[in-house]
């Protein structure tokens, strides 16, 4: 798998994983992994990880196959229904937030660590989605 493509997919469905889970427990899905790819996804993980760790916003940047890839946490209801008020067909999801993350990465004092708790991974040839 080709490791720049399974970044931009692991990036972009990393903060976005909430949305699928809903749709991810059809009882029908079927997840075609295996260990090498699963071990591939986990080491982009561990990047992202100490790219968080090191402040390197820039090299962070290079895990996303191009700027448009989504990148973005999951809203809370409260956000939603405050962006309802000024858009009615805001759909939960703005546009990315990758240089917004990149710049506070590298401007910021405080210490940053990501932490990821029961991991699950579902990938299906290029696409993967993690769910924590």
Do not use: W
Request: charged share 30%; proline share 2%; glycine share 6%.
């Amino acid at each position: 798998m080709n490791k720049k493509r399974t970044g931009a997919v692991l990036v972009a469905l990393l903060m976005c994983g909430l949305a699928f889970q809903s749709s991810a427990q059809d009882a029908e899905s079927k997840f075609n992994s295996n260990a090498d790819d699963l071990t591939k996804i986990r080491g982009i993980l561990e990047e992202f990880r100490q790219d968080i760790i090191r402040k390197d916003g820039h090299t962070l940047t290079k895990l996303v196959l191009n700027p448009d890839v989504l990148f973005h946490h999951t809203n809370t209801q409260e956000e939603i229904d405050s962006a309802r008020k000024y858009n009615a067909q805001f759909d939960g999801i703005g546009p990315s937030q990758l240089d917004g993350f990149a710049k506070l990465l590298a401007t910021t004092k405080d210490k940053l660590e990501e932490r990821f708790r029961n991991i699950e991974i579902r990938q299906d040839g290029p696409l993967a989605c993690i769910i924590h």
